[in-house]
C-alpha cells in the first residue's frame, strides 16, 4: 500500500487571553492510500484538531507550534495558501459532525453539491449535478433524481449527513476526515448512513481518518484505531487487536463504560398526579399531521425515555410540551393543570419549570456570547440574581457540569469541544431551577465516559431536587442506564410504552425488535453479519432502504 499522509511530531497550541496552551503533544500518524484510521478517546482529546491538522488548517485561536503533515509529499504546515486551496475540497475533503450546521440554508443541495467540481475544474456543472444525483443513489439517499433540489431544512438529519458524504466525494478525493458523522442519527439510520460510507470508501479505494466516541462504530468502520488522551498519543494498533487486547489502562477503561445503572424507582402510587401529561395530542406543521393521539404520563423524580427513528416524532413531541408547536388536537397538564399550548401564553414560573436541553449544540449557543452570558441569561431572568451573586450562581452551574469556572466562563462556544458545548447547554437548562428538563439527545455529542459523568450528574440531581426528566434519545444503551420508562415512537405514533424491565424483556413489538437488533456491537463483523441477516448480499444493496 502506498504512503498517502505521515504526520510527525505535530504540537499544536491554543490561544487563552494572551497565553499559548498545549493541545496537541507531539502526535504520530501514517496512513495509507484506501485505509481507514480511527481516532478514539474522550471530548477534549484533540480527535477533532488532529483532523482538521491532517488537512493543514487550524481554526481561529490554534496554531501548529512543531511537527510535519506530509500529503503525498507536499508538506501542509509550510504549504501557501493557494496549494491548500488546491487540494482542500478536491484532493482533501472533510465530513462536520453537524451538518445541519455546515450546509448553507439559503441555497439546495445540489447547488453546494456541485460548487467543488465547478471551482476545482474537475467537471462542469451539468455533468456535477448527474454524478451528484449517483451519489445520492449510491448513498441510498430517497428520491434521488429530486432530493438535491430541497433545501437543508427540507431533508432529515441522516438524509442530510449522507448528502454531506456525498458532496465530500464530488471530486473524487483521496483522503476524507469523518468527524463523528453518524452522531447525531438514530440507530436504523446509521446502519444506512455507516453501510455507506463504507462502501463509497471501498469503491473508490479513498483513505479516510474517522473520528468518533463511539467504540461500536469505530469497529465496523476501522482497519487501525488511535486512541488519544488529553493531545497525547496512549496506543495504535489493527482493529482486531485494539479490541480484543488493548495494552493500555486508560484504554481498557474506555472498553469497559456505560456501567452506571440508576436503580429502578418504585411505580407512583395510582392516584399520584403526573408531573407532565401527554393527553391525546395530535399536531401538524402547515396541514400535515405529523403527531396521532400521542399520549403519556411522567411522574415526579422518574425519567421517561422516548426512542424512535428519524422523524418519528419525539422530538415534535417536545417542542408540543415546551409550547413552541400548539398541537391541533389534545392538551398538555402540568401538576394536573392545562398549560395553555402557546408558550406566548404561558406565565414565567410556567415557562421556567420546564426547560430543554437541545440536540445540536452547535447550533444552540449564540456565537457571539460567552459562556458566562449564555449561562448567566437564564439565572438573571428567571432567579433575578445579577452582578456577583450572578456569577456565582453560573461558576457553581459550571462546576456542577465538570468545567472550571476560572477557564471557561470568558470562552465563547467556538473554543468549546462538542462535548463541552453540550454540557453548557445543560447548565442552561438547569439555570431556570425547573422541576421538569426535556433531555433531546443530551449525550449524543460526548464520549462515553463523560456521558456516563453526565448521566450520573443527571441522576444526582434528580434525586436531589425530585426533577422529571424525559429523555429523547437513539442510544439504547442511555435508555438502560437511566430511564424508568419508555415510550417507543413510529411515523408519529405511540407504538409501544411501559416499564424499562418490561420493555427491554421479549417478547417485543415488531418495531422495539427493529431498534434493539440496530445497537451496534463492538465486533468488527458485526455490520456486515447484520446486512446479511437482514438479506442484504453487499454492502450497497438497496435493500437496507427496507430496514
Known amino acids: 500500500m502506498s504512503r498517502l499522509l505521515t504526520i510527525k ?18 502526535v504520530d500518524l501514517e496512513l495509507n492510500k484506501g485505509e ?40 501542509l504546515v509550510k504549504a501557501s495558501a493557494a496549494t491548500k486551496r488546491s487540494l482542500l475540497g478536491k484532493r482533501i475533503a472533510y465530513v462536520a459532525q453537524s451538518a445541519a450546521a455546515s450546509f448553507n440554508p439559503a441555497h439546495k443541495l445540489i447547488d453546494q453539491h456541485t460548487e467543488g467540481p465547478t471551482q476545482h475544474n474537475v467537471a462542469g456543472r451539468s455533468e456535477s449535478v448527474q454524478d ?13 433524481d429530486e432530493i438535491g433540489f430541497r433545501y437543508p431544512h427540507q431533508v432529515s438529519g441522516g438524509q442530510l449527513q449522507r448528502a454531506m458524504t456525498a458532496m465530500a466525494m464530488s471530486c473524487r478525493p483521496d483522503l476524507i476526515i469523518f468527524d463523528e458523522p453518524t452522531t447525531a442519527l438514530d440507530v436504523t439510520t446509521q446502519i444506512e448512513v455507516l453501510a455507506a460510507i463504507r462502501e463509497i470508501v471501498e469503491e473508490f479505494d479513498t483513505a479516510a481518518i474517522y473520528i468518533t466516541h463511539d467504540l461500536a462504530v469505530v469497529a465496523q468502520m476501522a482497519d487501525k484505531i488511535k486512541v488519544l488522551l488529553r493531545g497525547d498519543e496512549v496506543e495504535e494498533a489493527d482493529t482486531r487487536t485494539m479490541l480484543s487486547a488493548p495494552k493500555e489502562d486508560y484504554t481498557k477503561s474506555l472498553w ?13 402510587p395510582a392516584d399520584a398526579t403526573p408531573v407532565v401529561s401527554v393527553r391525546n395530542i395530535t399536531a401538524a406543521y402547515g396541514t400535515t399531521d405529523v403527531l396521532h393521539d400521542v399520549s403519556f404520563d411522567i411522574h415526579a423524580g422518574r425519567t421517561v425515555a422516548v426512542v424512535g427513528e428519524s422523524g418519528s416524532g419525539k422530538s415534535t413531541t417536545a417542542r408540543c410540551i415546551t409550547g413552541l408547536l400548539p398541537p391541533r388536537m389534545g392538551e398538555i397538564a402540568f401538576d394536573g393543570k392545562v398549560l395553555p399550548a402557546d408558550y406566548r401564553k404561558r406565565t414565567k414560573d410556567q415557562l421556567r419549570q420546564a426547560q430543554m436541553i437541545y440536540q445540536m449544540a452547535d447550533t444552540a449557543l449564540n456565537p457571539r456570547k ?31 457540569i465538570e468545567l472550571e469556572p476560572s477557564q471557561y466562563y470568558n470562552r465563547l462556544p467556538s473554543e468549546l469541544s462538542g462535548g463541552q458545548k453540550q454540557r453548557v447547554g445543560i447548565a442552561r437548562a438547569l439555570a431556570a431551577d425547573p422541576k421538569f428538563i426535556i433531555c433531546d439527545e443530551v449525550t449524543s455529542a460526548l464520549d462515553q465516559l463523560v456521558a456516563e459523568g453526565i448521566l450520573r450528574l443527571l441522576a444526582d440531581l434528580q434525586d436531589n431536587l425530585g426533577l422529571s426528566y424525559m429523555f429523547i434519545t437513539h442510544d439504547l444503551a442511555t435508555v438502560k442506564s437511566i430511564a424508568d420508562e419508555v415510550v417507543v415512537m413510529k411515523d408519529g405514533k405511540v407504538v409501544e410504552q411501559g416499564p424499562k424491565t418490561e420493555m427491554f424483556t421479549p417478547p417485543h413489538h415488531a418495531y422495539t425488535d427493529l431498534l434493539l437488533s440496530s445497537v451496534p456491537e463492538m465486533d468488527p463483523d458485526w455490520l456486515s453479519d447484520l446486512l446479511k441477516e437482514r438479506g442484504v448480499d453487499n454492502i450497497g444493496d438497496a435493500a437496507v432502504d427496507k430496514m
Open 9 to 26: 511530531g505535530l504540537k499544536i497550541e491554543g490561544r487563552s487571553d494572551e497565553t499559548w496552551n498545549p493541545i496537541i503533544n507531539g
Open 132 to 144: 451528484g444525483i449517483e451519489l445520492y443513489r449510491k448513498l441510498r439517499l430517497p428520491n434521488p
Open 256 to 268: 469497559a463504560v456505560r456501567e452506571f445503572q440508576r436503580p429502578q424507582q418504585p411505580s407512583p
Open 370 to 400: 460567552t459562556i458566562g452570558e449564555i449561562i448567566g441569561r437564564p439565572v438573571q431572568f428567571y432567579g433575578g440574581l445579577t452582578g456577583a451573586k450572578r456569577r456565582e450562581r453560573v461558576n457553581e452551574l459550571l462546576d456542577q
Open 36 to 75: 481507514v484510521l480511527g481516532l478514539i478517546g474522550e471530548s477534549g482529546a484533540g480527535k477533532s484538531t488532529i483532523g482538521l491538522a491532517s488537512m493543514g488548517y487550524t481554526r481561529d485561536g490554534v496554531r501548529i507550534s512543531d511537527g510535519t503533515v506530509e500529503f503525498d509529499g507536499i508538506d
